[in-house]
Structure formats: structure tokens, C-alpha cells
């Protein structure tokens, strides 16, 4: 996820670059690994300052404060397509530099681009798909001369969601486009300005237009037109004054960051399978190496640790590969002196900074033992540049400390590297995992749709009642236990023990006394087994919540049932974790706690 703004004055300011600035400090939480200014004076002359870091060292590096001009373009990126570098931060000029644009989004097709518009000629500076958006403007802005029609063909050679912001020097407007990504539009009393970010312009001004997706609008500092963006129709909409406070708007209405991005899962998903489909170059990459190694260990802290045993059980089953998962702090004592070069390690990290992590690697790269693959949500991270290949799980900025979108694009991007590879291996199961990913985006929202009361119900009756708990899970869900459980602590506060359901009656049961509560996130595939446990559990009076697609033996075992969408046994993770992941919500709010900032605990640690 990145952050763009646009902003037009009538006549050049000397305080443009203040306004830049103050934008910018409202985008941070989308995207900072760098950041980008651009403006436009009357004349038609630019200025275009950029590079990577944090967005505080670049307004000081390059004085943007002090920047004027009529026109100005912020960009604040999370780096997705190229790394965070000068070259790759946005916004980007055209060929001949007199077009400055920059977008926020993911353009699938950016590697075919790059292609094209290298061999027509064009001066491509980067491997940003931002720039892909600027060349294809560019492209048809020569033919035409007229921005909207230019706007409305390039976007027929761009694949993805996005928001863009364009400007030609000689031109006193700009063009924003919404196209899956957000865009809000501030009407100011000497400007007019369009962001990512409602925040960004609810500092400057409450008088709002809304743009929706598939629309584009063209705006001067005082006038505005709105247009449908592929048949060029124009579209009347009146301003209006929000009510929305300013500290409101980051969250985009909800309460806290948490509940945002479990909601975010559903695009997030949507959003890397479509980046996999049209980009599958590291995939092949990954598999090639996976596929030849004796001893695949998949290492990894915390949530990212959960994901790797849903990850791993699919390896295992799908791709048919011998994979074992390790918690990083163990590697090094249990496994390291006897890493060879017939072994893969396999590093899971969403901050790609974690320092248990960066202890397994260093040693293995430094006596070049085995190669390294890693799983990031920060392709510009420590454990990225240290890996031999890198997948990133394109989730965006995950604001809330507790990890959310971030386990669900782990796990879909297990499925979906299980699933490559067994298709290169010819494995019959290949064809139906492919077929049911591209149902994820739409389970996750079904589930929230269907199970949100039902888990803040049983938060409300059931957890807010209980001073501890456990959380059982079988075969692949004992990932989603897992998970379950490190929510629950990380935002409750109550001791919570995750824990394989068979393992529960070697010693743990004694815990179990009259209405002792226990969770059980499970797979109708998993009942013959999960049953039996369900039993042993309340024929002592326990409490089972047993959370599932709708299985009858479970229903008349469990004592409690939250109900997910039927689904795909290999996808019962996915919305187990959702309600797992509203549970712990409801259950930290319901105790006047901050789930997103929660006691003791940090996003990311890089100490041992
Ligand atoms: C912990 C975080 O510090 O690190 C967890 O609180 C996270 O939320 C764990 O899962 C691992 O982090 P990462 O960045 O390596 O996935």
C-alpha cells in the first residue's frame, strides 16, 4: 500500500512545500521505506525530489519545506514492484520529463510493460510499476494532446487496482484516477486537492467530493470536473461537508487499526493472488530450488511461526516436498551444525527485521551453507537482502501491532507456491487448489459477514468470563490453534495455551473442570479425530467451542458452534483465523484494552 496527493493552487506559493509536507505526515502509516515530492510552477517548470527512508530524513535531506510552486505531487511508498531506492520512489517523470505522475496501487502487468516500453523507446528510469503508469499516459498524451482521452486509453493497458495523480507542466490542472484503490477529494477555498488519505486533506478542509472507482477527476485550484474513466462521460456530483474528525479518518471509520485490516484481508488477498498470476518469475524461481533440496526448514517467530505450520502442512501434501518448521530462536541450537548444501532454509518474517530470524541467516550465508529463501512483507528488509530469493506478501502497511493481514497473505501464498509447484510436477491436486484460491478474498468476507456477531457474542458470554483457556487444533488447523491462541494473549491479556488437540489428554485435561472453556478451530475433514477430542473434553464438563464449516457430528458434539462458510478443507484456516482474530478483537475492546498497541509487545523485534 503507498500514499499519493495532489494539490493545486491558482498562482505559485512559496508555503506549497509546508502543505506537501503536512500531507505527507498523514500518508506515513501507508507506506515508508521512501518518499517523493514534485512540483509545478506557472511557468512550467518542475522540481521533483525523492529517495528512500524514513519520510522525516527525506523532508530534511531535501529541504521540501521550502519548495514552491502552483502544483504539487506527494508520493509515500511501500515498496511492492522494485526496491526501496532513488530510482524506484516516486513520483516518476515521463520520457522527455515535462508529464510528472505518481500512483498508489498494484500494477500487475508491470514486468510486460517495463518490456514494452523499453523497446518503443521510451525512458524507463526504474522497476516501479508507478513509472509504467506515466508511460502509459505519456504514450497516448503524445498522440492526443488531451489528458482525459490520454487517461482513458492507458488504462487499458494497465492490469491491477490503483490510484493515480498526473500532471503535464503546461497544464494548470491535474488528473486523478480510482481505480480499486482509494482516492478522497478536498475542495479548499484557494485549492483543490486529491488523496489516498482522507485525513490528508480533512487538515486542510471538510468540503469533500467523492470520487468512486472507475472514475477520474480533472481539477484546477478551483474548479473540478468528474468523468467516467473509460467511456470519458461526465459525471455531476455536488461537494459535501464531512462530520468525520480528522484522527477518525486514518482508520477509514473503524474503531481501531485491528478491525481494519482483519476487513483489509479481503482486498489483500484478492490483490496477491492477482500479482501471483501475473508475475510468477520468484515462484518459478522458489520451486526450482524447493524442488531439488533434500531438507526444506521453514524458520520463522510469533504469528509468522502459526502461518508456517499451515504453510508447511501444504508443502507437505499439495507439492509433496519434505518441509519442517522451526522456531527461529531454536534453529541455530538444534539444527545448525548440521545445514548442508543439499538443504533449503526458508526464513517467514512480515518485518523481514526480526533478529531470531536474522540469526539463522547469518551464519548459513557467511559459510555459504544452503541456500536462503524468505517470506517478507518488506521486500527493502534486512532478511530480503540477506535471501537468495525473496517473496513478498504484498499486504501493505499492517499498522496494528498484532499481526492480521499479514498471516493471511503467509498462508495464501503457501497454498499458491504449493499448488505452482505441484503443477510443475504434474500433480493431479494442482488444477483444484488453483481453482478454489481465487474463492479466498470472497470466504474471508462471507465469514466476517456471517460469524462477526456470533464471535463477539461468544467474546461477550463465553471468553470475557474466562481467566484462562485453552485452543486446540488438529492436522492443518493446528496452525489456526495456534494462532487463535497468540491473538487471544496478545490483546486479552488472558493466558490462553494453543496446543495439538491430541496431545490435550496427556496431562493437560486435568485442567479441565465445570464449564472450563476451550476453542477449537477444526475442518469437517478433520471430524473423525477432532470428535473424539471434543469428547474427552466434555464428558469432564469442559466448555468446546468448536469453530468449523457446518459439520453435523460437530454439532451435536460441541457445545458451542460458530459456524464458518463451507469451503475447501485447505481453506478452512483462512476464515477459522478470521473468527479467531474477532474473537481476540471483542474480547481486548469488550475490556476497555488497545488491541492495536498492545501492553509489553512491539511490531517487530529485532533484539534476541
Ligand atoms: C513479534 C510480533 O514481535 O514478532 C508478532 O509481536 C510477530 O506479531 C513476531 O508475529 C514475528 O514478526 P515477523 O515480522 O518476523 O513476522
Redesign the pocket.
Known amino acids: 500500500m503507498c500514499g499519493v496527493f495532489g494539490i493545486v493552487f491558482a498562482e505559485n506559493r512559496s508555503d506549497l512545500g509546508e502543505y506537501l509536507v503536512k500531507a505527507s505526515r498523514k500518508l506515513v502509516y501507508r507506506g515508508y521505506d521512501s518518499a517523493g515530492f514534485a512540483t509545478i510552477k506557472t511557468d512550467g517548470s518542475t522540481q521533483l525530489k525523492k529517495g528512500p527512508g524514513k519520510l522525516e530524513t527525506v523532508i530534511e535531506q531535501f529541504h521540501i519545506q521550502k519548495m514552491s510552486g502552483s502544483r504539487g505531487i506527494v508520493q509515500l511508498r511501500w515498496a511492492t514492484f522494485g526496491e526501496p531506492t532513488e530510482a524506484n520512489s516516486q513520483p516518476h517523470y515521463d520520457s522527455d520529463g515535462d508529464i510528472i505522475g505518481a500512483h498508489n496501487g498494484n500494477i500487475v502487468n508491470t514486468s510486460s510493460l517495463i518490456e514494452a516500453f523499453k523497446r518503443d523507446g521510451y525512458t524507463v528510469r526504474s522497476q516501479n510499476d508507478g513509472e509504467m503508469v506515466v508511460h502509459a499516459f505519456e504514450k497516448y498524451f503524445n498522440e492526443t494532446k488531451d489528458p482525459l482521452l490520454s487517461m482513458q486509453k492507458a488504462q487499458t493497458m494497465l492490469k491491477g487496482d490503483y490510484a493515480f495523480i498526473v500532471g503535464h507542466q503546461h497544464d494548470n490542472h491535474l488528473l486523478a484516477v480510482k481505480k480499486g484503490s482509494s482516492l478522497y477529494v478536498g475542495i479548499g477555498k484557494d485549492f483543490i486537492a486529491c488523496s489516498s488519505d482522507l485525513a490528508s486533506l480533512l487538515q486542510f478542509t471538510n468540503k469533500i467530493v467523492d470520487i468512486h472507482d472507475g472514475e477520474m477527476i480533472y481539477y484546477n485550484h478551483e474548479h473540478y470536473q468528474l468523468y467516467d474513466l473509460f467511456s470519458g462521460a461526465k459525471i455531476e456530483r455536488e461537494p459535501y461537508l464531512s462530520p468525520i474528525k480528522v484522527e477518525e479518518a486514518n482508520l477509514e471509520g473503524f474503531a481501531h487499526y485491528m478491525k481494519k485490516e482483519i476487513h483489509e484481508q479481503i482486498i489483500k488477498t484478492r490483490e496477491l493472488t492477482e500479482l501471483l498470476n501475473h508475475d510468477p518469475h520468484t515462484l518459478d524461481e522458489t520451486s526450482k530450488i524447493l524442488s531439488k533440496a533434500n531438507r526444506i526448514f521453514i524458520v520463522?517467530?510469533?504469528?509468522?511461526?502459526h502461518a508456517s505450520l499451515i504453510g508447511s502442512y501444504y508443502l507437505n501434501h499439495i507439492a509433496r516436498l519434505k518441509t519442517q518448521v522451526v522456531i527461529?530462536g531454536q534453529f541455530n541450537e538444534y539444527y545448525g551444525h548440521l545445514v548442508d548444501n543439499n538443504d533449503v532454509v526458508f526464513c517467514?518474517?512480515?518485518?523481514?527485521?526480526?533478529k531470531d530470524?536474522v540469526n539463522v541467516i547469518n551464519p548459513i550465508r557467511d559459510q555459504k551453507l544452503c541456500p536462503i529463501i524468505s517470506m517478507v512483507?518488506i521486500i527493502g528488509s534486512s532478511i530480503a537482502h540477506k535471501s537468495d530469493i525473496t517473496l513478498n506478501i504484498a499486504a501493505g502497511v499492517e499498522t496494528s501491532?498484532?499481526?492480521t493481514k499479514?498471516f493471511m497473505n503467509q498462508i495464501l501464498l503457501f497454498l499458491y507456491l504449493s499448488a505452482y509447484i505441484a503443477k510443475q510436477t504434474g500433480a493431479p491436486e494442482a488444477e483444484e487448489v488453483f481453482s478454489i484460491i481465487g474463492t479466498i478474498p470472497e470466504l474471508i468476507a462471507k465469514t466476517i459477514e456471517q460469524d462477526e456477531e456470533p464471535c463477539q457474542a461468544l467474546a461477550d458470554t463465553v471468553i470475557s468470563k474466562a481467566h484462562d483457556l485453552y485452543c486446540l487444533g488438529y492436522g492443518l488447523n493446528y496452525g489456526s490453534a495456534m494462532e487463535g491462541a497468540?491473538k487471544i494473549k496478545?490483546v486479552y491479556y488472558r493466558h490462553c495455551e494453543g496446543m495439538y488437540s491430541s496431545e490435550f489428554k496427556h496431562g493437560p485435561l486435568s485442567i479441565v473442570e465445570e464449564g472450563y472453556p476451550i476453542l477449537f478451530p477444526a475442518s469437517p475433514s478433520e471430524s473423525g479425530m477432532v470428535i473424539s477430542h471434543i469428547n474427552e473434553i466434555t464428558v469432564r464438563k469442559g466448555f468446546v467451542v468448536l469453530i468449523s464449516p457446518y459439520d453435523e457430528g460437530y454439532a451435536r458434539n460441541a457445545n458451542s458452534y460458530i459456524i464458518t462458510p463451507n469451503c475447501h478443507h485447505y481453506l478452512t484456516p483462512f476464515a477459522n483465523v478470521v473468527c479467531m482474530q474477532l474473537i481476540a478483537y471483542f474480547s481486548s475492546v469488550l475490556s476497555g484494552y488497545d488491541p492495536d498497541f498492545p501492553r509489553n509487545?512491539?511490531?517487530?523485534?529485532t533484539v534476541d
Open positions: 520463522a517467530s510469533g504469528t509468522s511461526y527461529a517467514v518474517s512480515q518485518s523481514g527485521e526480526t530470524v512483507n501491532v498484532p499481526a499479514t497468540l496478545e509487545i512491539s511490531k517487530t523485534l
